[in-house]
C-alpha cells in the first residue's frame, strides 16, 4: 500500500512549496520515485513549483464523461484511460491535476468514478503526495482522508496557530483516518521561535518543526525555478528535510 500525504493550512503559508520541497525529498533523499504528486487545489500550481506544464486535467474528464464516451467502451475503462492520459510525468515523479472539483449540478456518478480510478492509480506508487487549496473544505469535502500524514502548515501569527488547531479539531469531528499529524511554523524568524511554541501549546497542541523565512527560495519564486534547481544552501530546503527525516523516515522507510 502506498504512503498517502497530506497538506492543509490557511491562504499563503507554504502548503504548495513545502509539498514540492517533499517532492523533491521522496525523490532525492529516500530515493523512491517514482511519487504520485496529486494537485488537488482547483487553482493549480504544483506543478510551477515541480517545473512541468499541465495538458489535462481530473475536471476536464470528468465533464467529457457526460458526453463523449465511445461506444463498444464501458465509463469505467474509458475513465481509467482518461485518467493515465492526465498523467505528467516528471523526472521522479508523476503529477496529477485535479482541476475544478464538483460544481453545482454535481454529477456524482462521474465523481465515484474518478475516485475509484484516482484509488487505483495510487497503488502503483510507494508514496503519494496530495496538495490542497486554502482552508477546511477539502476535509469536509472529505478529499482529504485515509492519510498517512498530514502536514499542518501554518505562519507565525496567532491567527495562524489559529486555523492549524481549527483544522486538528476539524479532523477529529469528521473522524477522518489520517494516523499521523504535524504542524509546521513557515516563513518564522528563529528570534520568534520560542514564543510562538509557547504559543501552540496554550492552544493545546505541540510545532513539530520551523520552516524559516528564506531569501533563496523567495528568489527562485520570482524567477519561476523549479523546486528541484533550488540550492540546498536553501534554508527552506533543509529545515524541510530536517523535519522529513523526523516525521516520515523512520516510520516507513528501513
Ligand atoms: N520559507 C519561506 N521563505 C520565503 N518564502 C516562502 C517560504 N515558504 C513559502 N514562501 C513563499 O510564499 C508564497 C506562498 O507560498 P505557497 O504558494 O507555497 O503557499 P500556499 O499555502 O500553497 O498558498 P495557497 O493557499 O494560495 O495555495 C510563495 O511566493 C512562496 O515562494
Ligand atoms: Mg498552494
Same mark, same amino acid.
Given at each position: 500500500?502506498?504512503?498517502? #500525504?497530506?497538506?492543509?493550512?490557511?491562504?499563503?503559508?507554504?502548503?504548495?512549496?513545502?509539498?514540492?520541497?517533499? #517532492?523533491?525529498?521522496?525523490?532525492?533523499?529516500?530515493?523512491?520515485?517514482?511519487?504520485?504528486?496529486?494537485?488537488?487545489?482547483?487553482?493549480?500550481?504544483?506543478?510551477?513549483?515541480?517545473?512541468?506544464?499541465?495538458?489535462?486535467?481530473?475536471?476536464?474528464?470528468?465533464?467529457?464523461?457526460?458526453?463523449?464516451?465511445?461506444?463498444?467502451?464501458?465509463?469505467?475503462?474509458?475513465? /481509467?484511460?482518461?485518467?493515465? /492520459?492526465?498523467?505528467?510525468?516528471?523526472?521522479?515523479?508523476?503529477?496529477?491535476?485535479?482541476?475544478?472539483?464538483?460544481?453545482?449540478?454535481?454529477?456524482?456518478?462521474?465523481?465515484?468514478?474518478?475516485?475509484?480510478?484516482?484509488?487505483?492509480?495510487?497503488?502503483?506508487?510507494?508514496?503519494?503526495?496530495?496538495?490542497?487549496?486554502?482552508?477546511?473544505?477539502?476535509?469536509?469535502?472529505?478529499?482529504?482522508?485515509?492519510?498517512?500524514?498530514?502536514?499542518?502548515?501554518?505562519?507565525?501569527?496567532?491567527?495562524?496557530?489559529?486555523?492549524?488547531?481549527?483544522?486538528?479539531?476539524?479532523?477529529? /469531528?469528521?473522524?477522518?483516518?489520517?494516523?499521523?499529524?504535524?504542524?509546521?511554523?513557515?516563513?518564522?524568524?528563529?528570534?520568534?521561535?520560542?514564543?510562538?511554541?509557547?504559543?501552540?501549546?496554550?492552544?493545546?497542541?505541540?510545532?513539530?518543526?520551523?520552516?524559516?523565512?528564506?531569501? #533563496?527560495?523567495?528568489?527562485?519564486?520570482?524567477?519561476?525555478?523549479?523546486?528541484?534547481?533550488?540550492?540546498?544552501?536553501?534554508?527552506? #530546503?533543509?529545515?524541510?528535510?530536517?523535519?522529513?527525516?523526523?516525521?516520515?523516515?523512520?516510520?516507513?522507510?528501513?
Amino acid at each position: 500500500m502506498p504512503i498517502i #500525504i497530506g497538506f492543509a493550512g490557511k491562504g499563503g503559508v507554504g502548503k504548495t512549496t513545502i509539498a514540492g520541497i517533499l #517532492i523533491r525529498y521522496l525523490i532525492e533523499e529516500l530515493k523512491v520515485a517514482p511519487v504520485l504528486a496529486v494537485d488537488a487545489d482547483p487553482n493549480s500550481n504544483l506543478n510551477e513549483i515541480l517545473g512541468v506544464n499541465i495538458h489535462t486535467t481530473i475536471g476536464e474528464a470528468r465533464e467529457l464523461l457526460k458526453k463523449d464516451v465511445p461506444t463498444g467502451m464501458t465509463k469505467d475503462v474509458w475513465f /481509467e484511460y482518461k485518467v493515465h /492520459e492526465a498523467i505528467i510525468e516528471g523526472k521522479g515523479f508523476d503529477l496529477l491535476v485535479m482541476g475544478r472539483p464538483e460544481g453545482p449540478g454535481c454529477y456524482c456518478a462521474a465523481n465515484a468514478l474518478a475516485k475509484r480510478s484516482i484509488e487505483s492509480l495510487k497503488t502503483n506508487y510507494p508514496f503519494v503526495v496530495a496538495d490542497n487549496e486554502a482552508g477546511m473544505e477539502h476535509l469536509s469535502r472529505l478529499v482529504t482522508q485515509d492519510l498517512d500524514h498530514l502536514y499542518v502548515i501554518s505562519d507565525p501569527s496567532p491567527r495562524g496557530l489559529l486555523t492549524g488547531k481549527r483544522i486538528l479539531e476539524l479532523v477529529k /469531528e469528521l473522524r477522518l483516518n489520517i494516523k499521523n499529524w504535524h504542524i509546521i511554523v513557515n516563513m518564522a524568524r528563529e528570534s520568534e521561535e520560542e514564543k510562538v511554541r509557547d504559543l501552540a501549546v496554550n492552544r493545546g497542541f505541540e510545532v513539530t518543526g520551523f520552516v524559516r523565512e528564506d531569501k #533563496i527560495l523567495e528568489k527562485a519564486d520570482t524567477e519561476g525555478v523549479s523546486i528541484f534547481s533550488i540550492s540546498r544552501e536553501s534554508s527552506a #530546503i533543509s529545515d524541510s528535510y530536517s523535519i522529513f527525516a523526523k516525521t516520515i523516515n523512520a516510520v516507513h522507510v528501513k
